[in-house]
């Protein structure tokens, strides 16, 4: 069987060859794409940051220290790369207090672009999804087959993997996850449990969308799918279906989707359901480990295709992409059926949209 969590299924035969990648924060830019307009008033402070070298968690403490505010009260839809230059809104919960000026918020590496007020505080996962610039330097395979590979890429996506960063160095996190699981290991902090339970989650996703690909199903649909929307998560289960999902899956309006294990029956039926169960039974401890802290059955879809995307031949033969993601969604995992990605000189990200 494929690995869940390490040398993965390409859908086009595998990368063109290798690429710098995050050689300088600004090759790998991020602007996070709300999905709705600030009210302009209420309790909460909206403000537009730009970070440079600079984790979301990080900035989000340096915000409420500049204000002399308890950390809690300032909140981010997700977290963005530290090794990038990204975008994002932050709310800080000032009831009854004016707005600060940019100045005041401002310190290395963290500059206010915008600042107004909204009646609700930001949560995590509320915005759709985020837009990326990414520039591939020293590429050594040619422009043509890139402009090839990527015009495939934006009119058939690629499986919706999570990358190999979600497990860890070595796949450490599953090792960690599967001892959890045991009662053999205790995670010393609730982030830290968190991590090894979207690994294990992760691990059996990938694992069924690696099967299906194989099968030759991870883009037709079978009897009992549950299809989803991959802009907002919303599901299509069996019992509520019109009639026309094939059709709408062909026009790449709904997708096929694919379990986050959890407590509660497989939300899939039919042939479908048969073989989720019959692929997952296979790994009892890790579907055992999740029911027991208490996750529920959810499903993700299983092919991201990047939207309002385009392709720049730069100076030195340098490659530039530009495209949005819906959040939960991984960069990385679009350029990785491009080129392997070379980021020896730089700090590590993970070129995700944020913590699913």
């Not at 996190?173 to 090894?196: H, I, S």
């Not at 997708?255 to 497989?266: D, F, I, K, M």
């Not at 949005?324 to 491009?338: F, H, I, N, R, W």
């Amino acid at each position: 069987m494929t690995s869940a969590s390490h040398d993965l299924s390409f859908l086009y035969g595998g990368p063109l060859g290798r690429a710098r990648f995050k050689v300088q924060p600004e090759d790998f830019v991020v602007e996070e794409i709300l999905g709705f307009e600030p009210s302009g008033e209420g309790e909460h402070c909206l403000a537009w940051v730009e970070k440079r070298n600079l984790d979301s968690n990080t900035a989000a403490a340096r915000l409420a220290d500049a204000l002399g505010i308890r950390r809690r009260l300032v909140s981010h839809c997700g977290l963005k790369d530290r090794h990038a230059v990204t975008r994002q809104w932050f709310s800080l919960h000032m009831p009854g207090q004016a707005s600060p000026e940019p100045a005041v918020l401002e310190s290395e590496g963290l500059r206010v672009l915008r600042i107004t007020r909204n009646t609700r505080k930001l949560r995590r996962g509320i915005h759709r999804g985020n837009r990326f610039t990414i520039r591939l330097r020293e590429p050594d395979f040619d422009a043509a087959s890139a402009a090839q590979r990527w015009q495939a890429i934006m009119e058939k996506g690629v499986p919706n993997f999570f990358g190999t960063q979600r497990f860890g160095n070595d796949g450490q996190n599953m090792a960690k996850a599967e001892a959890m699981f045991r009662g053999e290991f205790t995670p010393g902090d609730r982030l830290l449990r968190g991590l090894l339970l979207s690994a294990a989650r992760s691990h059996l996703f990938n694992a069924v969308v690696a099967v299906r690909m194989a099968g030759g199903t991870w883009d037709r649909p079978l009897k009992g799918e549950v299809f989803g929307f991959a802009d907002n998560g919303t599901l299509l289960l069996p019992a509520n279906q019109r009639g026309d999902e094939t059709a709408r899956f062909e026009k790449g309006i709904v997708e096929l989707t694919a379990p986050l294990w959890g407590n509660g029956e497989l939300q899939s039926v039919d042939e479908v359901r048969r073989l989720e169960q019959e692929l997952l039974s296979e790994f009892p401890e890790i579907t055992a480990g999740l029911e027991a802290f208490g996750l529920r059955q959810e499903r993700r879809v299983m092919r991201l295709r990047p939207l309002n995307a385009a392709m720049e031949v730069m100076e030195k033969r340098d490659l530039l992409f530009r495209f949005d993601l819906p959040k939960g969604t991984y960069a990385t995992t679009v350029l990785s059926e491009l080129a392997n990605l070379d980021e020896s000189d730089a700090d590590h990200g993970d070129g995700r949209n944020e913590e699913p």
